[in-house]
């Protein structure tokens, strides 16, 4: 299967082997630690479903934004408890990405909101510097090699960077960029590229991490690959995570609850909580269960679109 | 690769030595069998016996020259960068500034040389002068151009990283911009020693300009030839050594 994968990926031969030996690595590690992950994980997902105790690691209640005369958010409500990991979903459009920037707080949102960071009360301003983002596009700078894209945030923070490059030289492998330390990003391909800039993300250690569509803009097959692997890194590393997609699949493969978003403005329409077993193999998107909660989240999804269709009139 | 560059590069060089041989041969042949006086057209032969006879105070000229364009070249360079970042940084100084850059820069830079004589005399210094007010403009436009190139996700990102103005700038904006402010340095290269040569011209006390000058008014056409040969080579190894900085150094265009 994995002679397959490489065959068919559509990158450049060096990309296709690396990506090759980083999924030899995953699916070894993976199989290997399968029951330990599945009770580590038990403990950890039934807080979530049932604990309403544990303190929200980012809260965000009566939150809107208004640019001009468009509502891109109205009185959005989102709470995101330490360890989990969080997928949104929503028509085009319906102000995900507006919910991100306030998150990282490249935004304001209207006053009269409501945004606590582990219980404190904070302006989005706060929260500069707190968060790790990315972005959707993996916006690596052109004249830094792979290991000094990665390091970008923390020196950034004043870390030196022999100590910056010493932290990242240890986290290559595990991103399936053991090698290609001294690479330029016009040498690698675009899942090689997309796992630098998570890279970047993960070296930044902050507690709570912002994914925006980091896979959209990949192929189905490195998609795939790039799922199970950052579901092992989130697991190793336990962070907290915020995943914008389109893709429903993506979204109930990824998360421990699915957000649906509203067409603009945007609220939240659905909470789903997906309590399909960790660690998930890729298999688990044909199991009922799974097409099950498929098929609710595609009802309030194409519900929405429609609206956002008609609301712009075309 | 580089193996590959270089001999991709070495070819060009041995193309466009080709290519001067080949003119200096036209021009020799048709010098001699046209039988042309030298204030027309003197033979390269007599040129470059020219060169020979009067290598001596040429060199000195173009040491002078030369001194004098990349002093107002590095001056120039360094005040149309900092020029640039400083209105970049001041969103309110640009309005004012860049209109009034474009109007100064659109008229020959040359016109001002007889105002820049009077005020800084005959030596080098107001060569120096000229040389820093042509290049200073085309390195701050260029630097404006390259500074707003920046892509307003990546300073969102750099700022979510806790990133202040100097870090954006520092580590995004100028990097980004780089590649526009050198190609400005390297068209400014000629442009310095056009510059030079010119306000030499106007009044020195020596120079290639001043040797050319000179020599025109004694009608000795062979040593303006080899004076514009030799200005020529200063031009071309100038804007050779900043193409190979570029090449270096702006790798990821």
């Not at chain 2, 010119?198 to 009608?219: K, R, S």
Request: with cysteine; glycine share 8%; hydrophobic share 50%.
């Amino acid at each position: 299967m994995t002679q397959g994968t490489m065959a068919l990926s559509d990158e450049g031969s060096r990309g296709a082997a690396a990506d090759a030996t980083g999924l030899i690595d995953r699916l070894g590690f993976s199989s290997g630690k399968v029951t330990m992950s599945t009770n580590v994980k038990l403990e950890a997902v039934e807080p979530a479903v049932t604990g309403e105790g544990e303190k929200p690691l980012i809260e965000l209640r009566n939150v809107s934004k208004t640019f001009g005369a468009v509502k891109a958010l109205s009185d959005l409500e989102v709470s995101i408890r330490p360890g989990e990991l969080v997928t949104v979903v929503g028509p085009s459009g319906c102000g995900k990405s507006t919910l991100f920037n306030i998150l990282a707080g490249l935004e304001e949102p209207d006053p009269g909101n409501v945004l606590r960071l582990k219980g404190v009360s904070s302006t989005a301003s706060d929260l500069l510097g707190k968060v790790s983002f990315m972005p959707q596009r993996d916006l690596l700078l052109p004249w830094r090699n792979v290991i000094d894209n990665a390091i970008l945030a923390l020196e950034i923070e004043g870390m030196p960077r022999s100590e910056a490059r010493r932290q990242a030289m240890e986290m290559l492998p595990e991103f399936g960029l053991a090698g290609f330390e001294a690479q330029y990003p016009n040498q690698l391909s675009g899942g090689m590229r997309q796992r630098v800039a998570l890279m970047r993300t993960f070296l930044f250690k902050r507690d709570l991490m912002l994914l925006d569509e980091p896979f959209g803009a990949l192929d189905a097959l490195t998609r795939t690959m790039m799922q199970r692997w950052l579901l092992d890194v989130w697991q190793k590393h336990k962070r907290t995570v915020l995943f914008i997609t389109h893709d429903v699949d993506e979204a109930i493969f990824l998360g421990d609850r699915v957000l649906v978003m509203t067409a603009r403005p945007g609220r939240i329409k659905l909470e789903q909580v997906v309590d399909l077993p960790r660690p998930r193999k890729a298999d688990i998107v044909t199991s009922p269960e799974f097409i099950a909660l498929k098929k609710t989240l595609l009802e309030a999804i194409e519900e929405e679109s429609m609206k956002s269709f008609q609301v712009s009139g075309h | 690769m580089s193996a590959y560059m270089q001999s991709d590069s070495a070819r060009q060089i041995g193309r466009g030595l080709a290519g001067a041989l080949l003119v200096a041969a036209i021009w020799e042949l048709s010098a001699r069998g046209l039988n042309l006086p030298a204030y027309v057209l003197p033979s390269v032969t007599s040129i470059l016996g020219g060169l020979v006879n009067d290598a001596a105070s040429l060199a000195k000229a173009a040491r002078y020259t030369a001194a004098e364009s990349f002093a107002g070249y590095v001056i120039g360079c360094l005040v149309g960068m900092a020029a640039a970042v400083l209105v970049t940084m001041i969103p309110a100084a640009r309005s004012v500034v860049l209109p009034l850059a474009t109007a100064i820069n659109s008229v020959p830079v040359v016109a001002y040389s007889p105002l820049v004589l009077l005020w800084f005399g005959m030596g080098m210094a107001s060569k120096i002068v000229m040389v820093a007010v042509a290049v200073s403009f085309t390195i701050f436009l260029s630097t404006i151009a390259g500074l707003d190139r920046v892509d307003r996700k990546s300073v969102d990102l750099i700022r979510s990283f806790g990133a202040g103005r100097l870090a954006v700038l520092w580590r995004l904006r100028l990097p980004t911009a780089l590649p526009l402010i050198i190609a400005g340095m390297r068209v400014s290269t000629v442009r310095s020693v056009i510059v030079a040569i010119v306000t030499e011209m106007l009044g020195a006390y020596d120079g290639l300009g001043w040797i050319i000058y000179q020599a025109v008014l004694q009608i000795d056409f062979v040593k303006v030839w080899a004076a514009i040969i030799v200005a020529s080579s200063i031009s071309l190894t100038f804007f050779g050594a900043i193409s190979f900085i570029e090449r270096r150094y702006v790798f990821w265009r």
